[in-house]
């Protein structure tokens, strides 16, 4: 059964909106307690004289119907979580099949849940569409715009507190599978902006939500984390981030 479109109505933003302290709060709570360990590393960046694959739209994307990063405000971030996985029991396409089958199979859905607004239950296609709930007085609408037998690819749509795309992905390397989340983005408005990256609340909610889906990814695949989770951020001027 395919899902039609449907508008977040007046009353649940508002309600999402009463509950982002709660939902801040228990986050920040789990964050506290997290014992995996985590290598983060953040510098200034540039754009390649090519721009990344990830700041351009596959052939029959429309990109006036999406949120793109030149849409947003502040810096551009180019992120990136990686871990990998030992004794997986799936390969990395396996691994994939049953993310794009169900991302809320590894997604923290105490704090992040898929909901499914435009697409088919059970797979993965370009087009199909979610809102992503979480803690905070924005919901976080995506548009599937690449599908792979290693990866899927988002960008964001209006209403989301980005803008910009991100990447989930899997792949062999020697005897592990290694998993990794890439994005680059700009905060949607100013108040985003100020929020993520001058007080940087958001930012830690955001870190801690892919820290948890990579432990999930984990838990999915049957093998054990090895070398923790890396998180490399660059922070790349607005100006340089115009083309």
Same mark, same amino acid.
């Given at each position: 059964? *395919? /899902?039609?479109?449907?508008?977040?109505?007046?009353?649940?933003?508002?309600?999402?909106?009463?509950?982002?302290?709660?939902?801040?709060?228990?986050?920040?709570?789990?964050?506290?307690?997290?014992?995996?360990?985590?290598?983060? @590393? %953040?510098?200034?960046?540039?754009?390649?004289?090519?721009?990344? %694959?990830?700041?351009?739209?596959?052939?029959?994307?429309?990109?006036?119907?999406?949120?793109?990063?030149?849409?947003?405000?502040?810096?551009?971030?180019?992120?990136?979580?990686?871990?990998?996985? *030992?004794?997986?029991?799936?390969?990395?396409?396996?691994?994939?099949? @049953?993310?794009?089958?169900?991302?809320?199979?590894?997604?923290?859905? @105490?704090?992040?849940?898929?909901?499914?607004?435009?697409?088919?239950?059970?797979?993965?296609?370009?087009?199909?569409?979610?809102? /992503?709930?979480?803690?905070?007085?924005?919901?976080?609408?995506?548009?599937?715009?690449?599908?792979?037998?290693?990866?899927?690819?988002?960008?964001?749509?209006?209403?989301?507190?980005?803008?910009?795309?991100?990447?989930?992905?899997?792949?062999?390397?020697?005897?592990?599978?290694?998993? %990794?989340?890439?994005?680059?983005?700009?905060?949607?408005?100013?108040?985003?902006?100020?929020?993520?990256?001058?007080?940087?609340?958001? @930012?830690? /909610?955001?870190?801690?939500?892919?820290?948890?889906?990579?432990?999930?990814?984990?838990?999915?695949?049957?093998?054990?984390?090895?070398?923790?989770?890396?998180?490399?951020?660059?922070?790349?001027?607005?100006?340089?981030?115009?083309?």
């Amino acid at each position: 059964m *395919r /899902v039609m479109p449907r508008r977040t109505s007046a009353t649940r933003r508002w309600l999402t909106a009463a509950t982002w302290p709660i939902g801040v709060g228990l986050t920040s709570w789990d964050y506290m307690w997290r014992t995996t360990p985590m290598r983060r @590393k %953040e510098a200034p960046g540039s754009l390649p004289s090519s721009l990344p %694959e990830l700041l351009t739209y596959p052939q029959g994307v429309a990109r006036d119907e999406v949120q793109g990063y030149e849409d947003g405000a502040g810096l551009l971030f180019h992120r990136c979580y990686r871990t990998h996985i *030992r004794d997986s029991t799936m390969s990395a396409e396996e691994l994939m099949e @049953k993310v794009q089958s169900d991302p809320n199979r590894t997604s923290p859905t @105490k704090f992040a849940r898929f909901q499914l607004s435009y697409g088919v239950r059970g797979s993965l296609r370009v087009g199909d569409e979610f809102v /992503v709930r979480m803690p905070g007085p924005w919901d976080g609408p995506v548009r599937v715009i690449d599908v792979g037998r290693r990866s899927f690819r988002l960008a964001t749509l209006a209403g989301h507190l980005e803008a910009g795309q991100i990447e989930f992905r899997a792949r062999p390397e020697r005897e592990l599978v290694v998993f %990794e989340i890439e994005s680059w983005a700009r905060s949607s408005t100013a108040l985003v902006d100020l929020l993520y990256h001058h007080l940087r609340m958001a @930012k830690e /909610v955001q870190a801690h939500m892919w820290i948890s889906f990579l432990e999930r990814v984990v838990d999915l695949s049957g093998g054990r984390m090895t070398g923790g989770v890396e998180i490399m951020t660059e922070r790349i001027p607005p100006d340089a981030a115009r083309r």
